[in-house]
């Protein structure tokens, strides 16, 4: 058996999380930035945090513009905002939007780097320390080492990733959750479940990450019917959704994403589906694609969802998801974009352009 195995960050978890760890904070420097989008003042994040900044003693400064699918051209605002603030140290809250964002700010207020550098290397001279508050359950990006960032110039998402960006601590209370809207609470799960999958199934999988993928989709599959049911999740659900999403996300800070995120980026970048959904319209496909080669492992997959089949898998996430068509030409080009993308070295057996088309056209040219 020969696998590596990292995870520098220090994870509290639990209701009143932030409140009873300020003194993590204070470790992280002597003066915060803040960065969120709108659902933080709702949820109870940013209260939560200023409380505890402000008992600590900590001065603080809150930028709240972090948008869905930040792009390079947004961190690169936001950070110049860092820089001008003082801020030594960065806080996020909120889901992968903000989480991935502030990473890149992390990057971008403490040295001089180019866009192409800050996707490039792995290692840069300085990063500020990083505090993450999810407040979906979905990316588990409070345990990995990408930022995920929407690239005009290629059309499509393209990854920061250096271990410098894993965050410091992460704050788990499943209380901020707790009112994610129906569709955002499905589309983030199976995010999650996505990343587990994909983790358990890839090239650079590690057996201890296998483990924890399968108790994710575990977690998951328990909640899988009552979002199907359109029933709402009860507060232990959500906790426990919080717990297996960043499961989920140590996976794949161990194993990476595969094809299903390399095809789901232009499900994003071009249709604007949200980035959970993009990965849940193709992850029945995917299983197809992969079964004839690798049957007990899928077997394995559907098992701890709780589910018997690929077509139960598709049934569920269509009935949670819908479906969407594309046209011939869009199936070519987004086909020809993924194929260049480094997650599909991650997949095994490794799909050609014309094998991601016809998985592209059984997904949605019915
Ligand atoms: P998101 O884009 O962070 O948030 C989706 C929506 O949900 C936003 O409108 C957000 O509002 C709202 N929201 C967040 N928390 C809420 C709450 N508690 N209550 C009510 N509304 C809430 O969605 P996400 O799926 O968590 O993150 C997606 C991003 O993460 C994508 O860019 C994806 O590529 C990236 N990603 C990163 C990794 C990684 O390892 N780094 C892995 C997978 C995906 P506000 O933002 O306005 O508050
Ligand atoms: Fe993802």
Redesign the pocket.
């Known amino acids: 058996m020969k696998f590596s195995f990292h995870m520098p960050v220090r994870i509290v978890a639990g209701p009143h999380c932030v409140i009873e760890n300020g003194a993590l904070l204070k470790e992280l420097g002597k003066k915060g930035f803040i960065m969120s989008g709108k659902s933080a003042a709702m949820n109870g994040s940013l209260n939560d945090m200023i409380m505890t900044l402000d008992a600590a003693g900590i001065p603080w400064v809150h930028f709240a513009g972090v948008k869905p699918n930040p792009s390079l051209q947004d961190v690169r605002e936001a950070a110049e905002e860092a820089r001008a603030s003082g801020a030594d140290f960065i806080v996020a809250l909120g889901g992968g939007s903000p989480i991935d964002a502030a990473k890149a700010v992390a990057v971008l207020a403490a040295g001089s780097v180019t866009d192409q550098e800050l996707l490039s290397r792995r290692r840069f001279d300085r990063v500020l320390p990083l505090a993450a508050v999810p407040t979906t359950a979905g990316?588990g990006s409070e345990v990995t080492p990408y930022s995920i960032l929407t690239n005009d110039s290629l059309q499509t998402k393209s990854f920061l990733n250096s271990e410098q960006v894993y965050p410091r601590v992460a704050f788990l209370d499943g209380r901020y959750t707790r009112d994610l809207p129906p569709g955002t609470t499905a589309a983030t799960v199976v995010?999650a479940l996505?990343?587990a999958a994909e983790g358990y199934l890839a090239v650079r999988a590690t057996p201890p990450a296998r483990i924890l993928a399968l108790e994710s989709l575990r977690i998951i599959g328990r909640a899988l019917p009552v979002l199907v049911s359109g029933g709402a999740l009860s507060a232990d659900m959500r906790d426990e959704l919080l717990y297996a999403s960043m499961l989920a996300g140590i996976v794949i800070a161990q194993s990476g994403?595969t094809a299903v995120?390399a095809l789901g980026y232009s499900l994003t970048y071009f249709k604007g589906l949200d980035?959970?959904l993009a990965?849940g319209l193709l992850l029945a496909e995917y299983f197809r694609f992969l079964k004839k080669d690798r049957p007990e492992e899928i077997a394995a997959i559907l098992g701890a969802l709780g589910l018997t089949d690929i077509a139960m898998l598709d049934r569920t996430l269509g009935d949670l998801l819908g479906r969407i068509t594309l046209t011939p030409v869009e199936i070519d080009r987004f086909a020809a974009i993924a194929i260049k993308a480094g997650n599909i070295l991650n997949t095994r057996p490794q799909p050609s352009e014309e094998e991601l088309k016809i998985l592209l056209g059984n997904c949605f040219a019915r």
Request: aromatic letters at 0%; proline letters at 0%.
């Open positions: 990316t995010d996505s990343h994403t995120h980035h959970g990965n």
